[in-house]
């Protein structure tokens, strides 16, 4: 793969550089980030929208896959600083008994469980906020997110390729 730096500017698109003979322009690079940015809180317009946009799926994982794991360590980063304001202000309440449907799936599956299925079913960051709700190590925690994100980007830009090479 060789990587050449261009010196010529066409009326449409400004051309950065050359990879392999094909241009990677300035739409190029906002539809990448726009992938990763929507990915960030949720996969599941930002898979669609970067097969709307013409983007390779390769294109797709990668960009999906690095918002995705943006999005993880945001929740972490900002569920501590969220959870240091509101313990600041917070009454203890009394300890409710441990029922519903949520503490169940808890006690079922654990840590794999909801960093697993809750990044398939809610999101990354909603799993994160869970497992900190329920005192789960948060190293824990970011390992099974991280690997439900990869897991999700992976499974679903290949339904997404599928479904598109059908379709055309």
């Known amino acids: 793969m060789t990587l050449q730096r261009n010196n010529f500017h066409t009326p449409n698109k400004l051309h950065i550089f050359t990879i392999d003979h094909s241009l990677f322009t300035i739409d190029m690079l906002l539809k990448i980030l726009t992938v990763a940015g929507l990915a960030t809180f949720e996969i599941y317009a ?3 929208a970067g097969f709307a946009m013409g983007l390779n799926p390769w294109v797709i994982f990668f ?40 503490y169940k799936i808890w006690e079922k599956y654990g840590i794999i469980g909801l960093g697993l299925l809750g990044t398939f079913t809610v999101g990354a960051p909603i799993s994160i906020a869970v497992g900190v709700g329920f005192n789960a190590p948060l190293h824990k925690m970011i390992i099974w997110c991280c690997l439900g994100v990869l ?14 090479s059908a379709i055309s």
């Open 151 to 164: 897991a999700r980007a992976a499974i679903f830009t290949g339904i997404g390729h599928v479904g598109a």
């Open 46 to 48: 930002a898979i669609p």
């Open 63 to 102: 960009a999906s896959l690095a918002g995705g794991l943006a999005g993880v360590f945001i929740a972490v980063f900002l569920g501590d600083k969220i959870e240091a304001f509101l313990s600041k202000y917070r009454k203890p309440k009394k300890e409710k008994p441990k029922t519903g449907m949520v």
